[in-house]
């Protein structure tokens, strides 16, 4: 009887004993499901945070982009509007100088306008929109207020083509004003026209003008042509040869004056 009461205690001991460690064990437990718990909010929220950052951030660089190509459509639009004006202007300014110079000239000038010209023959020829209707003729000289831009070889009733003294083949009577040297000058395309032929030792410098010589009937006499861009020994050393910067910018033509020879 003794002994079965005490396997019940004993049994009772056990039994507690075992809730004390299952109470022991259910701290710690309770608490690393709290703290993974814990982390795993914070993840989560950390995540949902940086992906409505991430998207705000798109929306911002997107909405910059866009605000961007705005901008530069408005600049272009801009700088060609004010390419325009500044092109209206010139023209203006040039007509208005052509006119000046239409009104000073003792015989007819006709006023024209440049219509074409060809990519393959750019520093040789342009089209006017004046023809023989117009009064202009083979060997009318073509001017701006400038300086000389060539000359009438061909012409039909409404328009004319011009040789212009870019091309090698035009030449034009000239004369060095300060020291009155007379001579022929040749185009030399996209280059610096030519003057051969100056005798070595010739008092000239850089910087002279070059001006029409006039006695032709073609071309109006003083009229600018350039001027020495530098001089230098032919080949063979017998003559010099001067380099000529045009007055005229050849490849950039609109209005020019044609003048029916004397």
Not at 142 to 169: M, N, Y
Not at 174 to 202: E, F, M, Q
Not at 210 to 229: L, Q, R, S, W
Not at 242 to 250: F, P, R, S, T
Request: glycine share 8%.
């Amino acid at each position: 009887m003794l002994s079965r009461s005490n396997d019940q205690a004993e049994h009772i001991a056990e039994a507690v004993f075992l809730v004390i460690i299952l109470i022991m064990l259910a701290g710690p437990a309770s608490g690393f499901l709290m703290t993974a718990s814990t982390w795993v909010s914070a993840g989560l929220t950390k995540s949902i945070y940086q992906v409505k950052s991430t998207r705000d951030l798109a929306d911002k660089v997107f909405e910059s982009t866009e605000r961007i190509r705005e901008l530069e459509g408005k600049l272009a639009k801009t700088e060609i509007e004010l390419a325009t004006i500044k092109r209206q202007a010139r023209d203006t300014n040039n007509l208005r100088k052509m006119l000046g110079l239409r009104d000073k000239m003792s015989r007819k000038a006709v006023a024209a306008e440049v219509s074409a010209r060809e990519p393959d023959n750019w520093y040789e020829q342009v089209v006017l929109d004046k023809g023989q209707a117009d009064g202009v003729v083979k060997g009318s000289a073509v001017i701006t207020a400038d300086g000389v831009v060539g000359q009438v070889f061909s012409t039909s009733e409404h328009a004319s083509v011009v040789r212009l003294i870019t091309d090698p083949e035009q030449k034009l009577g000239v004369v060095i004003k300060r020291i009155g040297l007379p001579g022929i000058i040749s185009g030399n395309g996209p280059n610096l026209a030519i003057i051969d032929y100056v005798p070595v030792g010739t008092n000239v410098d850089v910087g002279d003008k070059i001006i029409c010589y006039g006695k032709g009937g073609a071309f109006p006499d003083n009229h600018p042509v350039g001027e020495v861009a530098s001089i230098r020994r032919d080949t063979n050393g017998a003559s010099m040869q001067i380099d000529v910067k045009l007055a005229e910018n050849c490849f950039d033509l609109d209005q020019v004056l044609v003048l029916p020879p004397i």
